[in-house]
């Protein structure tokens, strides 16, 4: 990288009593980027992990990714433990030649099944409902014993001299409730087969009559994306988390980046570093060693994520004696793959902002400026953050598709068509390329206005200024 | 076998730091590198370090452009002190010498040795920042010399420490000597220069303005001074009034003049013996190096000197 001129023309008519000084880029330390920047890399990644707020701020968050895990499995913890107990009172005696309390047993103790399908719960498994006979004779004490919450229901079912039935049915709940909603649709089936069975219809077709339909369901999207549904689901999940993973990391450890730069001009430990080695490789150390301490993290959050994930059905069957159910999500070689593009346009991602962030910081040499500094470069990328999130509505909209190549939206864009929307095989390769040339020139546009600004003091960085000493000769 | 700095110039936007500058340093030697705040020294130094280039000039290390040295070669103490705060003795030091090329077992045992010396064993595990500012300068004087290099710059080494810390570093400094390092050596103390320094050079405004070897700047200075002491008489009032005499100081231990034709050292001592005085000094002195200094540079205005508050006056508001 020899772009040193001998004779550098730095007069800028408006600048008035400034001196910069432009660090000469070329000189013997150049000659060791592949012994300096792995020094640099290793000191400002252990720098960044030693920290105790580092250490702290990983284990709070990976706290938080365990027990966000395992709140599906702790609501149907709670809500399988409620199981409704209710008392019928039979003064009918037979409906339709059936027996009407066995009847309301399997008719309210149903599960729907993935396809779409209604199916009696399956012998073994734990019952929504608890139906038990009594003797009219109880009325009282039964009626007595819901007020006092041992019964959550007591139904009871009557023949009015006309020959219709009737249902009282009395419960602690809320009569829009959702079991009194399911009592009524059994109360309801009930009525309906008592009254034709009194028309004379024969017992062998009224078995038939609410035997649920052959229905299959197929989710339009889904075939064409020619996923299941629970890939879709798994995806969007995948999708979302990840946009939001990299956008809080990037933001976080790019200020980080920027943060370090300000460090050491404030510290002046930037003059002996000069000497030891090259503004480019002090960017480039610092830029891959708190982007890597950045990666740990994720890591660390992806590793307790999975392994969370992974621990659930075990556990569930210990507690619920059941593994299936709740939010059903398939890992399949689909989220594998996104969770893969996470981790790669996360690191594009880093590199093309750490330059950014390194090179404003470069030009700041208080602590109390960066922020103000970094404004700008904070909405470039909350804008790429929520057009991102606004895409995961509209992803095959064309300036969502031309968007995710411009590089600065690629990283989370990209992402949540690749998740959301079918690709062309090219897409995405296309995108890690445009990238990576845009890495390459923004390294050497930073790596110019890093080395102008190590040594500058006292002056507030400019949009104008950083453009004029990116392309300063 | 020198430093050989010829007709080096920088400017900077509109101010010009360096003007065509040469200097001399001997391999081995202390060479004191003097002058005034803002006078060019940091833009020369980092000229030297091959940090910044000058836009025209040229600087050579035994006949090799300093653009072709090994970065090894530098040892650079900054006037502007620093470290990470947040680092480790060890960790820093380590990290720096390996960041000149040494490797790690090397500097581990040239470190033992020297923490030992500066007696700062036991801080090796703690925080640069929760050192006393001497120990702090005793890590920075290390992150400068461990790597063994050629030449040393340093920026005012001793500043801010106490006699007992100054006398150890400068021991150090001394060893450095003996080792062979050629030395260049940036203070404002000036009886430092006197006690350490072979040649020096004295700049301003980016100029050369004086530079030889001490006994020769002194010298050169082209005159000498005589400090007379009267023990009945303080103020030697009557020598203001022999022509050729031009007081330069009046101490309460003794009063220094010039002397100048048609004065002779002869014709002052006569006269106090006359006036009955009872002299217990009579010296023909060099000027220190101070005086010169001060002559040659001083009442110039300097370019960086803050701009002075705005006066605090009752309804002065704007």
Redesign the interface.
Known sequence: MAF?K???N???GS??????????S????AG?NA??IP??IA?EY??RVQ?RSFQVGTIILVVLVIVAAFVPTIIQLISSNSQSKIVVVNRASQVAGLEPVAYLDTQLNTTITATGQIQPTAPGKKKDFDIKAAQPGDLKSLQQQVRDGKLDGLLVINRAASGELNFEYFSNGSPTGATATRIQAATTQLNFLDKLGRLGIPQSQLNTLFQSPNLSVTSASDEKSGRSAEETGAATLVVTLGIILIFTTILQYGATVAQGAVEEKS??????M????TPFQLMIGKIIGIGLAGLTQIAALAVAGVIAFLVQDPLKSVILGNATGGTRIDITGLSIGLLGLVVLYFILGFLLYGTLYAAVGSLISRQEDVQTALTPLTFLFMAGYFISLFSLGATDALWVKVLSFVPFFTPTLMLSRAGISNLAWWEVPASIVIMLISIVIFTWLAGRIYRAGV?MYGQKPSMGRLVKLALSR | MALLIENISKSFANVQAVRNLSMQVEQGEIFGFLGPNGAGKTTTIRMILDIIRPDSGRITWNGAPVTEIPRKAWGYLPEERGLYPKMNVDDQLIFLARLYGMDKATVKRELDEWLERFQITTYRKKKVEELSKGNQQKVQFLATILHEPQILIMDEPFSGLDPVNVNLLKDAFLEMHRRGKTIIFSTHQMEQVEELCQNISIINKGQMVVEGSVRQVKRSAGRSVVRLALDNDPQIAWLDLVPGVSITKRRQDYVEFNLAAPATTDQILQAALQRGGHITLFELAEPSLNDIFIERVGGIAQPDVPVPAAPVETGMRR
Not at chain 1, 274 to 277: E, S
């Open positions: 040193l001998e004779k550098k730095l007069t800028e600048a008035g009593n400034e001196a910069q000084v432009v660090v000469a070329s000189n013997h330390a060791q012994r300096n020094l640099i000191r252990k720098a920290k510290n002046r430990i930037m003059e002996i000069i000497n030891a080695a040594l």
